[in-house]
């Protein structure tokens, strides 16, 4: 896969263990989009493990996507792969509606940077769009504009950076020693924490919150296990969404499911 390390959200490391997780799902991943793709890694990845027969990426970044179309090209996937260069879903071809039986994205997950984490993506060029999606407008926008591309029974697998805490420390690895402990500074300070308000934006869009999925913790393999003193809580979580089922009348009552927290 073809990239810009700048430019490198966190897809180089996440893309195989998305490719686990989404193996262990046991079910037909057809084709899947990739939103805020980047230059594609999980989708590429999934293309490779036979997870998934055909891929659709979308990112706004021109630099991104011009790797990705070299990635397509340079393997000869142009029949399997379409690349868009889209600001969020509101770029999306109408020929891509109903199309999506998977969607996956590693987006922007932080509200706003704090301290050392605003320091360093500062100093970054002007082009780099990782990161922060204040207010949650990115998220706000996706939701409310995604379900007119899902295909039936699709399913999407969101990754979100500890949405049950409302401050944010992450984990660093200790110099002295290589040991992962927390930061004594937050990374990120969000208005609040902010699951309620993602599973109000996915009930608002017609979808549903099926299921909210501890991913990077203590346990994971993305870890050493000599380094993993200091994850004693999950990092990353995966909120897994679909389509909301119709309303059905069970006698004079009409049932409609929610989401599940």
């Not at 119709?246 to 006698?251: D, M, N, T």
């Amino acid at each position: 896969v073809y990239h810009n390390p700048l430019l490198d959200g966190g897809g180089t490391w996440l893309a195989d263990p998305f490719a686990q997780l989404l193996r262990r799902e046991r079910r037909n991943l057809g084709t899947v989009f990739e939103f805020c793709a980047g230059p594609g890694f999980i989708a590429f990845a999934l293309l490779a493990d036979g997870l998934a027969h055909a891929a659709v990426l979308a990112d706004v970044n021109p630099i991104a996507v011009e790797c990705a179309r070299k990635t397509v090209r340079e393997n000869q996937l142009s029949d399997r792969v379409r690349v868009h260069l889209a600001n969020g879903t509101r770029g999306l071809p109408a020929s891509e509606r109903g199309r999506f039986d998977t969607v996956v994205t590693d987006w922007p997950n932080y509200e706003h940077f704090q301290g050392t984490f605003r320091r360093f993506f500062s100093a970054l060029d002007d082009g780099d769009l990782r990161g922060e999606d204040p207010g949650w407008r990115l998220h706000r926008e996706f939701y409310s504009g995604i379900r007119k591309f899902l295909a039936p029974g699709a399913r999407m697998y969101i990754e979100e950076v500890r949405p049950m805490d409302r401050l944010v420390h992450h984990c660093v690895i200790r110099s002295t020693d290589g040991v992962w402990v927390r930061s004594k500074e937050p990374c990120d300070e969000r208005s609040a924490a902010p699951l309620p308000l993602f599973a109000s934006m996915i009930a608002d869009g017609g979808l549903r919150l099926i299921q909210t999925l501890p991913w990077v913790d203590e346990r994971s393999r993305l870890v050493p296990a000599h380094r993993r003193e200091g994850l004693r809580e999950a990092v990353s979580w995966i909120l897994v969404v679909a389509a909301a089922e119709p309303a059905r009348r069970r006698g004079a009552a009409v049932l409609v499911e929610g989401p599940n927290l």
